[in-house]
């Protein structure tokens, strides 16, 4: 069993004081300790921004790769050796910027990753640009004066869902709680697992704040929500105003892309060892 000590970090953490990565930090160490897992099957996957330190404070296996591409990364890493644990640590403007693209693709893949989105609605590391997750009107230092951010903010949650994947979720960074019980659903989850994990960026975003989401946040799973039912977890998704729904809005089981790719039949992709001699055939007949 994993220990809360063999998960410290030997970096100190540069994260803002108040910053709600402390509490999903916290939440994915408890989270890791729960699965029962052996630690060197775990990997955890990272792109860049203050999210994606994240791999610095704890002591896992893990790649911290460059803006948006920590999703074909983690991909590769679950293709190559699929007995491994995959886990990615994303924020909202590394994941839903740069890394739209691959987040869609993987989602229609169903692969089998989990995908924590630290979502503040900020570029935070960059000194508060707005995000694709800000919302309409978040006035920053790169948004258009006067009305602030000209658009709707993207939906991670009906993007999943809308995009194929079989599993979607909201935490909060306030409710390590069900947080954590989330993350150990998503993780386990066969496919493509999302969550969105609401926080605040206490030094940039002063309309996001703790206070904000104190006030709003509630949880499906108290309320009878029906997880099998994809269409009324797309309607869930959408709502936010007076109430912001939090929990696991679908689940279900479907095939993943390792069962329906090309993978050697003797093993795991890491092992597999090709014969050069018929790879060389193959150059000579249609290159050569």
């Given amino acids: 069993m994993i220990t809360a000590e063999q998960l410290e970090g030997k970096q100190k953490i540069t994260w803002c004081t108040g910053c709600g990565n402390f509490g999903i930090l916290a939440s994915l160490k408890k989270a890791v ?3 029962d897992i052996p ?3 775990i990997v955890l ?4 921004g203050c999210s994606s330190k994240t791999p610095h404070y704890i002591n896992l296996n893990a790649m911290h790769t460059i803006h948006g591409r920590p999703i074909p990364v983690a991909t590769g ?8 644990t995959v886990i990615v640590n994303t924020g909202d403007g590394d994941c839903l910027g740069e890394g739209l693209g691959h987040f869609i693709h993987a989602a229609r893949r169903n692969v089998n990753i989990a995908v924590f989105i630290h979502n503040n609605g900020v570029n935070g590391l960059t000194k508060g640009q707005f995000s694709p997750a800000a919302r309409r009107g978040y006035v920053s230092n790169t948004s258009p004066p006067p009305p602030g951010a000209p ?3 993207v939906n991670p949650v009906a993007l999943a869902l809308a995009s194929g994947a079989s599993f979607a979720a909201r935490g909060f960074s306030g409710d390590q709680k069900n947080l954590v019980d989330i993350m150990i ?9 999302v969550v969105d994990i609401l926080q605040p960026c206490v030094t940039w975003n002063k309309s996001l704040t703790w206070g904000f989401y104190n006030k709003r946040i509630y949880n499906l799973q108290e309320e009878g929500h029906d997880t099998a039912d994809r269409i009324k ?7 936010w105003g007076d109430r912001i ?5 679908f689940d279900t089981e479907c095939a993943d892309l390792a069962q329906d790719i090309f993978l050697p039949e003797d093993g795991n992709l890491k092992d597999h060892i090709n014969d050069l001699s018929l790879v060389q055939q193959l150059i000579d007949d249609h290159i050569l």
């Fill in 45 to 48: 996957v990272s792109g860049i």
């Fill in 77 to 84: 890493v679950h293709m190559a050796n699929n007995d491994l």
């Fill in 245 to 249: 729904p939090t929990g696991i809005f």
């Fill in 185 to 193: 659903r998503a993780i386990r989850h066969r496919g493509f697992a």
């Fill in 33 to 35: 300790i729960g699965l």
């Fill in 39 to 41: 630690h060197e099957n």
């Fill in 233 to 239: 977890a797309l309607e869930a998704s959408r709502e």
């Fill in 151 to 153: 658009m709707d903010p």
